[in-house]
């Protein structure tokens, strides 16, 4: 089992131009999460799946769209990177099941943008 | 607004101390609390907490909710060098989200 993998690790952008960053999980998990993390701010939640189908905003979206492809699938597209989103970005995935919702991380992807 | 904030926000120790990262939390329905520790890359996951006063433990590594207090204790005895790490805390309030803290960055000099 590879858990939840991301690519790509390293990436560097110039202002306005877009990427997207991949997350893949094999462990049959219904929800799926991308986070960013900025020194001292902790784990903030962009946007997220709770199922195959849906997503739903969390509390960054703003300069981001997603698309949840299939069931172990979850993509995070920056459409004009702007220098705000140089940060490390995590995805994780969940069984989504109560009462834990216990999250599991992949490893992250490093992303400046100039 | 869900609220979890964690303090110190770093600590810095020598190998042998013993620590307590605290975590408190204001959360509209709450189901559980996680506690995960981060080195160099991702959080891996220590702790689930749903019940007051049950202790969890892993090695020198252990953890207990007061929900009376909304709030929870991560301690470490006998801290390690390879303790060192941010140690973050997370709500989940019966959605599919968890809330994140800020972290608590702990360095452990030898």
């Known amino acids: 089992n590879a858990g939840v993998t991301q690519t790509p690790k390293f990436q560097v952008l110039k202002t306005g131009q877009s990427m997207t960053l991949q997350c893949a999980q094999d462990m049959n998990h219904n929800s799926m999460y991308w986070y960013r993390q900025d020194p001292g701010m902790g784990l903030r939640l962009i946007y997220y799946s709770a199922s195959e189908g849906t997503t739903d905003k969390g509390e960054v979206p703003n300069g981001y769209n997603v698309s949840r492809l299939n069931k172990r699938e979850f993509s995070l597209r920056l459409e004009s990177a702007a220098p705000s989103q140089t940060s490390v970005y995590f995805c994780?995935?969940?069984?989504?099941?109560?009462?834990?919702?216990?999250?599991?991380f992949g490893p992250g992807t490093r992303l400046t943008v100039t | 607004e869900d609220k979890v904030v964690q303090s110190p926000l770093s600590l810095v120790v020598h190998e042998g101390d013993t620590v307590t990262l605290n975590c408190s939390y204001e959360v509209t329905n709450f189901r559980s609390l996680l506690w995960y520790k981060q080195e160099k890359k991702a959080p891996t996951f220590l702790f689930m907490l749903t019940s007051s006063g049950i202790e969890k433990k892993s090695g020198r590594l252990s953890s207990i909710l007061d929900k009376k207090e909304l709030s929870s204790i991560l301690n470490i005895t006998a801290t390690q060098t390879g303790d060192s790490a941010i140690y973050l805390c997370?709500?989940?309030?019966?959605?599919?989200?968890?809330?994140f803290g800020k972290g608590t960055k702990l360095t452990v000099n030898p």
């Open positions: 997370a709500v989940n309030s019966g959605s599919e989200k968890l809330v």
């Open positions: 994780a995935s969940s069984p989504g099941s109560a009462p834990s919702y216990e999250q599991y």
